[in-house]
Every structure is written in C-alpha cells, then in structure tokens.
C-alpha cells in the first residue's frame, strides 16, 4: 500500500505563505540594488525577474485563499472506495485550476530569468549564447504548451474546471499525466540549466578553489530540486496508486504545496543568488571580472589596489586544463 502522509496543519501553512510574500518582494528590491553598487544597469533577466514576481505573488495569494477558505488542508469523505463529492471538493477545484495556471507562468519565467543572466554572464562564447538561446526558445514552447494545455484542459467547457472530481477526470484531458509530464521536465531542465555555467567556470585560468567556489554559487539553485522532485513524486503517487489515496482534497493540498515552496525557494534562489555573487565581486574582484561580472571601472572605483596593472582582462580558457 502506498500512501502519502496529509498536511493538516492550516495555521502553519497560511504563516509559511505570508512569511514567503515578503522574502520574494525584498529579494527583488536587493536585486536592483545590486545592480546599482556594481553599476551594471538593468537587463532582461532583472525584468523577467519582475514579471516571475508578480505571478509568485499571484501564486501565494491563491494559496493562501484556499488555505483560509479550507479547501487547503481539507479532507475527501471516502464511500464506497470513492471520494464523496462535497461542497468543499468544489471549492478546491476552484482554487486549484488558477493556481496550475499562474504556476506554468511563474516556472517558465524564472528559467528565462536565469538564462538571461546566464546570457549576460558568459555571453563573449558565441557556443553559450547559442546553447542560451535553444534554451530559451525551448522554455518559451515548455511554458506556453503546458499553459494552454491546462487553460483548455476542459476544451471551452470552462465550469468542468470545478466540477466534482469523478465528472473532471472523466470529461477532460488525463491531467494527472500532464502534471507528472510538467513535474519531470520541470526537474530536467532546471538541471541543465542550473549546470550550464560550469564548464566555462572550469576552462577559466583561475585556482581550483575559486573554481569550486563559483561553480558552489552558482548550483546554489540545486535546492529548489527538492521540492520539485517531491511535487513529482505526489502526481506519480496520486496517479497510479489511487486505490490507495482517496481523499483528493488532502491529494490536492499536497500537490499545491510543494508547488508553491518551489517557486517561492526558486524566486528567491534567483535574485538573492545574484546579490551573493554581487557581494563577492566587491570584496573579491578578480574571478569576477574574469567571468565578466563586474567590469574594470567598477574595480577602479571599489579595489584600485587590486589591479596595479591597470585591471583585468577578460579570462580565457586554460589551455591545459
């Protein structure tokens, strides 16, 4: 039998989501302010930031709705080994349908917020910035596919979106198998790219420590995994051990939560990542004018004894390495 342990605690979940709204908000605000101490000015990947802040918020506002109107933490009456629909189911089916909707939009852009950054970064390599933009194209197509998809799940019939459980999974598209689709290739391509940074960290001529103190910086975003790989593993346990779940609000809970704590882990992963490596390039300039972060005018003005040459060059690759 397998079974998934239920989150009941109601208080706790709406603290979490208010505590969220303003770490997300304040990581942003640090972010621009970054931008400013390194006089670097603001790129895409700051607005995209913006834009993935506002639909978190979106996000942590319907959490917590649902959360206050019960239907989060709430529970499925199961007769006959089949969930009996109450006026709660309904309620949930309400909440839950906007929130997968915002969440598609949150995902895809925090991954093109980082592949800006990355673009940005380590754009003088013509192959980065090609395998940046395949990446950003396909990230386009990922979020959009799976926005419509679940927009028009129900095709334009939209009050099947919160209808009762038994009449939405018999009447729209398997959406169980889309979610776990979403969830698997959300982990995926977070991988990727989360690891692109690494191999142009380790070609630069800069000492294995500090070569492993940057790739250490930027793989930080490898936490937000965690939430991932556990949202997956509630879609693939609600979907092929339903038997053995049959209370969908507790499902639905559940499913929504760890949702929400990987974009808000993943939000502000995002901005206070570049404020780490912005407060390592002030107080230790070097590898990050090597990787182009800061530039030598910022150097002159911050660490003038730091370059008594005149300032950086922009890094190559190490030959022998």
């Given at each position: 039998?397998?079974?998934?342990?239920?989150?009941?605690?109601?208080?706790?979940?709406?603290?979490?989501?208010?505590?969220?709204?303003?770490?997300?908000?304040?990581?942003?605000?640090?972010?621009?302010?970054?931008?400013?101490l390194t006089k670097a000015g603001?790129?895409?990947?700051?607005?995209?930031?913006?834009?993935?802040?506002?639909?978190?918020?979106?996000?942590?506002?319907?959490?917590?709705?649902?959360?206050?109107?019960?239907?989060?933490?709430?529970?499925?009456?199961?007769?006959?080994?089949?969930?009996v629909t109450i006026p709660l189911e309904i309620t949930a089916q309400k909440f839950k349908y906007p929130f997968q909707v915002v969440e598609k939009l949150v995902f895809g852009l925090i991954k093109l917020s980082l592949l800006f950054l990355w673009k940005r970064l380590f754009g003088s390599s013509k192959r980065f910035r090609i395998a940046c933009w395949v990446?950003?194209?396909?990230?386009?197509?990922?979020?959009?596919?799976?926005?419509?998809?679940?927009?028009?799940?129900?095709?334009?019939?939209?009050?099947?979106?919160?209808?009762p459980i038994a009449t939405f999974l018999s009447q729209c598209i398997e959406s169980l198998d889309v979610l776990t689709v979403f969830s698997a290739t959300d982990i995926v391509?977070?991988?990727?790219?989360?690891?692109?940074?690494?191999?142009?960290?380790?070609?630069?001529?800069?000492?294995?420590?500090?070569?492993?103190?940057?790739?250490?910086?930027?793989?930080?975003?490898?936490?937000?995994?965690?939430?991932?790989?556990?949202?997956?593993?509630?879609?693939l346990i609600t979907s092929y051990y339903k038997e053995d779940n049959l209370d969908f609000i507790a499902d639905f809970t559940l499913c929504l939560l760890w949702s929400d704590i990987e974009a808000n882990v993943a939000m502000i992963k995002l901005d206070y990542g570049v404020e780490v490596v912005v407060s390592f390039s002030l107080?230790?300039?070097?590898?990050?004018?090597?990787?182009?972060?800061?530039?030598?005018?910022?150097?002159?003005?911050?660490?003038?004894?730091?370059?008594?040459?005149?300032g950086y060059v922009r890094g190559r690759p190490n030959p022998t390495q």
């Open positions: 039998m397998t079974m998934v342990q239920y989150v009941n605690d109601r208080t706790g979940l709406m603290v979490m989501t208010i505590c969220f709204i303003p770490l997300t908000v304040v990581a942003v605000v640090l972010r621009f302010y970054a931008r400013h603001s790129g895409p990947d700051d607005w995209l930031s913006v834009a993935a802040l506002f639909f978190t918020l979106a996000l942590n506002g319907i959490f917590l709705g649902g959360t206050i109107e019960g239907a989060i933490t709430g529970h499925s009456p199961v007769k006959d080994n089949w969930p990446l950003i194209a396909f990230t386009i197509a990922w979020t959009v596919g799976f926005l419509l998809t679940t927009i028009f799940q129900c095709g334009s019939r939209w009050n099947l979106n919160w209808a391509t977070d991988l990727v790219i989360m690891g692109m940074p690494v191999p142009i960290i380790w070609s630069l001529q800069l000492q294995t420590r500090k070569k492993f103190g940057l790739t250490a910086v930027f793989l930080v975003g490898l936490f937000t995994l965690g939430a991932g790989v556990a949202r997956l593993y509630m879609y107080l230790a300039p070097r590898p990050w004018v090597e990787i182009g972060l800061i530039t030598k005018a910022t150097v002159d003005v911050s660490h003038p004894s730091d370059h008594p040459s005149g």
